[in-house]
C-alpha cells in the first residue's frame, strides 16, 4: 500500500499526539477514606493523598472546601508527609458562613514518584446536626496545581476527587476520636535536626537570626520553643531573631510533636568559645613567660652564688 505525504504526515502528528498524551499522564489528588458515615461529635481523619500517575513531582499546591456548618477542622498534621518544604504551611479559613477553606503549598527537593504520597491529614470533628441526618463534602478546588520535577515548572495535567460523608445526628455514648488514638500510638520523637545562624543586611535589621527545622513521621510537628542562655523558653517559629545580639549565649531549640514528644538541639555561643580560646592563649603565654623570667633569675642566681665562692 503506498502513503502519499499527506498521509504520511497524519500519521507523524498522530504519533506525535501519542507520546505526548503518555508524557503528559494527569496526576490525581484524592481524600483517603473516599467516603463515611459518623455521628456527631465524632472526630475522625482524612488524609489528602497524591497519585503521581508515574510522573516524577516537586510541588504541590492544594486548596480545599467543606462544609464548615457540619464539619470543624480540629487539627492538621503533616505527620509522614512526603512534602518535606512547606512554602505556605497549611491553614484553615473561612471561605464563607458554609464553606471552610484548607490551603498549602508544598515542595519536595529531588522530587517524588508514587501512587498513595500522603500530603496532610485533617483532622474533622461532626458538628451537632439537627433534624435527619446531614451530608458534608470536601471538594478540592480548581486552582490546586501540581508541578513537575522537570527543573522548568512544567504543570503537570491534574484530576481531583472530592467526597462526601454521611453524618448522623445521634451521639454514641462515647464519641469515637480517630486522633486521639493516633495521638496515644505515637512515641517518637521528632527527628534530629540543624540551627544555623545567619545574618543579611536586607532582612531583621540586619541581626542575627537562627533558622532550623525539622519533621515527625508520626503525628507531626506541633510547635517549637527557643531558649538563650539563661532565659526562659518560649515559643518560636523559623527565621527566630536572636535577643543576644553578641552571640555570647548557647542557644536551644526543641521541637515538639503533637502527642507531647521533643527532641532539642544545642547551638554553642560562636563568640563565648572565641573568647574561651583567646583567655586560653593569653594564659598560656602569661605562664610561658613566667617560666622564661623565673629561668633567667635562677640562672643570675647561679652565676652569682659560683663568683662568691
Known amino acids: 500500500m503506498n502513503i502519499n505525504k499527506y498521509q504520511q504526515i497524519s500519521i507523524n502528528i498522530f504519533v506525535l499526539l501519542f507520546c505526548i498524551t503518555n508524557i503528559a499522564t494527569a496526576a490525581v489528588l484524592y481524600l483517603e477514606p473516599s467516603s463515611g458515615t459518623y455521628h456527631q461529635d465524632n472526630t475522625f481523619l482524612v488524609e489528602i493523598r497524591l497519585d503521581t500517575q508515574g510522573e516524577y513531582i516537586n510541588t504541590v499546591e492544594a486548596n480545599l ?133 545567619s545574618r543579611d543586611l536586607s532582612i531583621f535589621d540586619g541581626k542575627y537570626f537562627i533558622i532550623f527545622s525539622t519533621t515527625d513521621k508520626e503525628t507531626g510537628i506541633d510547635h517549637y520553643e527557643v531558649k538563650e542562655g539563661e532565659k526562659d523558653w518560649e515559643k518560636a517559629n523559623s527565621p527566630h531573631v536572636l535577643e543576644n545580639q553578641k552571640l555570647t549565649a548557647d542557644v536551644w531549640v526543641k521541637a515538639i510533636d503533637k502527642a507531647g514528644n521533643e527532641w532539642m538541639e544545642t547551638l554553642k555561643a560562636p563568640n563565648s568559645v572565641k573568647i574561651r580560646w583567646e583567655i586560653y592563649v593569653v594564659l598560656g603565654l602569661t605562664l610561658i613567660g613566667v617560666i622564661i623570667i623565673t629561668w633567667m633569675i635562677l640562672k643570675k642566681l647561679a652565676r652569682y652564688r659560683s663568683r662568691n665562692l
Open 65 to 197: 472546601i467543606f462544609s464548615s456548618d457540619i464539619l470543624e477542622v480540629r487539627d492538621l498534621s503533616q505527620g509522614n508527609s512526603v512534602l518535606t518544604l512547606w512554602v505556605k504551611e497549611p491553614s484553615v479559613t473561612e471561605d464563607s458562613p458554609l464553606l471552610g477553606l484548607i490551603s498549602f503549598i508544598g515542595g519536595v527537593p529531588g522530587g517524588y514518584q508514587g501512587k498513595d504520597g500522603l500530603l496532610l491529614k485533617i483532622v474533622f470533628q461532626a458538628k451537632e446536626v439537627s433534624g435527619g441526618l446531614s451530608s458534608a463534602k470536601v471538594e478540592f478546588l480548581d486552582s490546586c496545581r501540581v508541578l513537575l520535577n522537570d527543573g522548568l515548572g512544567t504543570r503537570a495535567k491534574l484530576t481531583t476527587k472530592g467526597t462526601v460523608f454521611t453524618i448522623l445526628p445521634e451521639k454514641l455514648e462515647i464519641s469515637k476520636n480517630e486522633w486521639q488514638e493516633e495521638i496515644s500510638k505515637d512515641k517518637s520523637s521528632p527527628q534530629p535536626f540543624k540551627i544555623e545562624i
